[in-house]
């Protein structure tokens, strides 16, 4: 029923800027959470940013804490990561994910219960 759309994907040098969106359709109840995830090429999928929709608390991976801020617009059922600094370490496929109900954990991805297709982000060197 809740679908998730990711943009802001592309092509960027290292040490430049990118801005990720997630849409999330219908309404996204307050107590939940949204959070940003990477995969890599031969790599894991690895946690990358969580933010609660109502209160904002934000949480973050240590790789990227200091160079990426995650933010929402509740009017719009938006999550946005702003990625500074980006290193080529940083490519990889970035996804949207989504808790259908209150959950403790973010820093999971089976505290999620649903997920965009994913954006493509490539920083060069």
């Known amino acids: 029923q809740v679908q998730l759309v990711e943009s802001g994907g592309g092509l960027v040098q290292a040490g430049g800027s990118l801005r990720l969106s997630c849409a999330a359709s219908g309404r996204t109840l307050s107590s939940y959470a949204m959070g940003w995830f990477r995969q890599a090429p031969g790599k894991e999928r690895e946690f990358v940013a969580a933010i609660r929709w109502s209160g904002g608390t934000t949480y973050y991976a240590d790789s990227v804490k200091g160079r990426f801020t995650i933010s929402r617009d509740n009017a719009k059922n938006t999550v946005y990561l702003q990625m500074n600094s980006l290193k080529p370490e940083d490519t990889a496929v970035y996804y949207c994910?989504?808790?259908?109900?209150?959950?403790?954990?973010?820093?999971?991805?089976?505290?999620?219960?649903?997920w965009g297709q994913g954006t493509q982000v490539t920083v060069s060197s």
């Open positions: 994910a989504g808790q259908s109900r209150g959950r403790v954990g973010v820093r999971s991805g089976d505290e999620y219960d649903y």
